[in-house]
């Protein structure tokens, strides 16, 4: 079995840079990752987690201005929850921009977007722009938890060697749409949390 775990960001950067994904740890779950400059690098990601066509992909940025050109607009609303929540653990649907690659997001008119809190993301964005990311596991299946575990599902695909900083649960998906917010998914944060922001804004 060929050996792909690393400690060396540097040798996530160049596989990305090779039109590869890379394993990494978040804030909430091990996730693939892979250029959104770099086609055949997104179309493995689903190839590996086995993920429908009409599903589309994560953007993670570094910061909001790096995310801010794939995005038509940011309602003020949607740019609170932004500055309470980012860097962590919410997931902003949006409707894209012309920016917007049709093999990240399936063809569809809007795009997810997150900064997760993850050193190790921001370090590797600032080389290789942002990333088409979900989770490292197949599809349908629970996350998986841990390296060991990785390693024996995707082989060929490098991981970096390190724990996850967070429990485990998932990001909470939020999509803006029609002037309100629809939930896709409830994970590390509240409908309550969410809610108690945007009240003490209004």
């Known amino acids: 079995m060929m050996q792909m775990l690393t400690r060396s960001v540097e040798s996530l950067i160049t596989e990305l840079r090779s039109g590869n994904p890379v394993i990494i740890p978040t804030d909430t779950v091990y996730g693939f990752a892979a250029s959104v400059a770099q086609p055949e690098a997104v179309d493995a990601v689903y190839h590996l987690k086995q993920r429908p066509a009409e599903k589309a992909l994560i953007l993670f940025g570094a910061d909001v201005e790096a995310l801010r050109p794939y995005v038509a607009e940011i309602p003020e609303a949607v740019e609170q929850l932004m ?4 860097p962590g653990a919410l997931t902003v649907i949006l409707p894209k921009s012309t920016a ?3 093999y990240v997001n399936a063809g569809l008119d809007t795009i997810a977007l997150r900064i997760p809190q993850s050193e190790l993301v921001t370090r590797i964005v600032a080389e290789t ?3 088409a990311t979900t989770s490292a ?6 996350p998986l938890p ?5 390693d024996s599902t995707f082989p060929d695909v490098m991981i970096f060697d390190e724990e996850l900083a967070g429990n485990g649960m998932a990001s909470t998906i939020v999509e803006w749409r029609d002037s309100e917010f629809l939930f896709h998914r409830i994970g590390a944060i509240s409908k309550k949390d969410i809610g108690d922001v945007l009240l003490r804004n209004y």
């Open 83 to 86: 500055a309470h929540f980012w």
């Open 100 to 102: 917007v690659p049709e």
């Open 129 to 131: 722009g942002v990333l």
């Open 137 to 142: 596991n197949r599809s349908g299946e629970a």
């Open 146 to 150: 841990t390296v060991a575990l990785l």
